[in-house]
Nanobody, 113 residues
Framework: QVQLVESGGGLVQAGGSLRLSCTAS????????MAWYRQAPGKQRELVAS???????DYADSVKGRFTITRDNGKSTVYLQMNALEPEDTAVYYC???????WGQGTRVTVSS
């Protein structure tokens, strides 16, 4: 079955950095578009960044210039490098195989001011 295992969340001070990882199994990773979503308390889940099979990347306006999404097809892993973190980035971050029903379990990111 499909599994998405996320890691890398934690507590960080504002201005700090974190790198999230999501390793997939049960899918042909290289042909799938991947994305990171986040859900803050009391808010709807929102798209943070996506990366296509060709490497094309898209970002939410709120994270442009601070976050970078990359992928390593050999490791079936997608990454989200998050720099200059702000308290508003506090959320549970989810890995997602685009255009499918497959989600990771989520990893919590807390940014303190």
């Amino acid at each position: 079955q499909v599994q998405l295992v996320e890691s890398g969340g934690g507590l960080v001070q504002a201005g700090g950095s974190l790198r999230l990882s999501c390793t997939a199994s049960g899918i042909i990773f290289a042909i799938n578009s991947m994305a990171w979503y986040r859900q803050a308390p009391g808010k709807q889940r929102e798209l943070v960044a996506s990366i296509g099979s060709s490497g094309r990347r898209d970002y939410a306006d709120s994270v442009k210039g601070r976050f970078t999404i990359t992928r390593d097809n050999g490791k079936s892993t997608v990454y989200l490098q998050m720099n200059a973190l702000e308290p508003e980035d506090t959320a549970v971050y989810y890995c997602y195989v685009q255009y499918t029903q497959y989600w990771g379990q989520g990893t919590r990111v807390t940014v303190s001011s």
